[in-house]
């Protein structure tokens, strides 16, 4: 019997009675294996909206037929007028409304008795299957985002994606002030090759060109423009290109190349994060014997806020996953 099924069958079995055995129900009579299914689902759920996505926005006799399937799909009264983005969305709210089911029964139940000790423990056993759900969909989503960057961004190696340490936490928009930061951290013996300048074409109006591909100060006015900045549990990627996000869910394949990437900035070069002004953050690096210093200006202050944030959090990680492999090693 299918799980949907097997919930059904068992809540209806237990309305009228007491809601100690809804709770029971979820302690005993479905098992923790039963509700991996859940697991499946959300693994594949992004990669659904994706292949949805495309389908709406092709173009020709194929993408027309789709559309008109979907607009008649909501004219059917079986549906209810909802979307099959909303449908997919189901069986995840699902979890959330078992939960919200417990707390409710909990309410009409006497406290500190068998009866909403019961409840309480199974609003806790959901509530677990709510976070391992939520720490799979997190995950999955983060390796989707990876590997949509390396469709979308010129210069990114399969390498740097396939990493399994390695974390996505977020896109930004930015403006690099000074443009003093194109070609660092690109390091040709892990993949990375210095940046030709496709990605400046756009993003500076077409000034690019065989001067933006040099990491020299000559050519900073050049390199100044536009990036977005994709934050990572390791390092910021920096690329140029477009000032539209990369990563929006929409599906990205070998021919979907938007950005190139300008610059890499290591977590273990970064030694000082400093807000110039509202909007303004200055990342200090190490390059070789110097310092360098890399100016940002992002969209607003609560984004400038959350970037220096995130990049502190994932400074104060890495020192303490260091100082954790020293004393081990001691």
Same mark, same amino acid.
């Given at each position: 019997?299918?799980l949907?099924?097997? $919930?059904?069958?068992?809540?209806s079995? =237990?309305?009228?009675?007491? !809601?100690?055995?809804?709770?029971?129900?979820?302690?005993?009579?479905?098992?923790?294996?039963?509700?991996?299914?859940?697991?499946?689902?959300?693994?594949?759920?992004?990669? @659904?909206?994706?292949?949805?996505a495309? $389908?709406?926005?092709? +173009?020709?006799p194929e993408?027309d037929?789709?559309?008109?399937?979907?607009k008649?799909?909501?004219k059917?009264?079986?549906?209810?007028?909802?979307?099959?983005?909303?449908?997919?969305?189901?069986?995840i709210?699902?979890?959330?409304?078992?939960?919200?089911?417990?707390?409710?029964l909990r309410s009409?139940?006497?406290?500190?008795?068998? %009866?909403?000790e019961?409840?309480?423990d199974?609003?806790?056993?959901m509530?677990e299957?709510?976070n391992?759900?939520?720490r799979?969909?997190t995950?999955?989503e983060?390796?989707?985002?990876?590997?949509?960057?390396?469709?979308?961004?010129?210069?990114v190696?399969?390498?740097?994606? +396939?990493?399994?340490?390695r974390?996505?936490?977020?896109?930004?928009?930015?403006v690099?002030?000074?443009?003093?930061?194109?070609?660092?951290?690109?390091? !040709?013996?892990?993949?990375?090759?210095?940046?030709?300048?496709?990605?400046l074409?756009?993003?500076?109006g077409?000034r690019?060109? !065989?001067?933006?591909? +040099?990491?020299?100060?000559?050519?900073?006015?050049?390199?100044?423009?536009?990036?977005?900045?994709?934050?990572?549990?390791?390092c910021?990627?920096?690329? =140029?290109g477009s000032?539209?996000a990369?990563l929006?869910? =929409?599906?990205?394949? !070998?021919? +979907?190349?938007k950005?190139?990437?300008?610059a890499r900035?290591p977590f273990s070069?970064?030694?000082?994060?400093?807000?110039?002004?509202?909007?303004i953050?200055?990342? %200090?690096?190490?390059?070789g014997?110097?310092?360098?210093?890399?100016?940002?200006?992002?969209?607003d202050a609560?984004?400038?806020q959350?970037?220096?944030l =995130?990049? %502190?959090?994932?400074?104060?990680q890495?020192?303490? %996953?260091g $100082? @954790?492999?020293?004393?081990?090693?001691g």
């Open positions: 019997m299918q949907a099924e097997k $919930m059904e069958a068992y809540l079995e =237990a309305r009228g009675k007491d !809601p100690g055995v809804v709770a029971e129900l979820f302690l005993k009579k479905i098992n923790y294996n039963e509700w991996k299914v859940y697991h499946d689902y959300i693994r594949f759920y992004q990669a @659904g909206r994706q292949v949805l495309a $389908m709406e926005a092709k +173009s020709g993408g037929r789709f559309r008109q399937f979907v008649k799909l909501r059917d009264e079986a549906t209810e007028g909802k979307t099959i983005q909303e449908f997919m969305m189901l069986p709210q699902h979890i959330t409304r078992y939960g919200l089911l417990l707390v409710r009409y139940s006497k406290e500190g008795s068998d %009866q909403a019961k409840i309480k199974a609003e806790n056993y509530r299957v709510g391992t759900l939520e799979i969909q995950r999955e983060g390796i989707r985002a990876m590997f949509q960057l390396f469709y979308s961004v010129e210069n190696p399969v390498s740097f994606v +396939s990493y399994s340490q974390r996505f936490q977020g896109e930004y928009a930015a690099d002030i000074d443009g003093h930061c194109l070609g660092f951290g690109l390091d !040709p013996a892990e993949g990375f090759k210095k940046p030709t300048g496709f990605g074409d756009e993003a500076v077409g690019g060109g !065989p001067a933006g591909t +040099s990491a020299e100060p000559a050519a900073a006015t050049v390199a100044a423009g536009p990036r977005r900045l994709f934050l990572f549990s390791d910021i990627l920096v690329a =140029a000032s539209t990369v929006d869910g =929409a599906a990205a394949g !070998p021919s +979907s190349k950005l190139e990437l300008v900035l070069v970064i030694t000082a994060i400093e807000e110039e002004d509202e909007n953050l200055r990342l %200090q690096c190490v390059n014997s110097r310092l360098e210093t890399f100016r940002f200006r992002l969209e609560k984004k400038r959350a970037l220096a =995130a990049i %502190q959090l994932s400074l104060t890495q020192s303490r %996953q $100082m @954790g492999r020293w004393w081990n090693s």
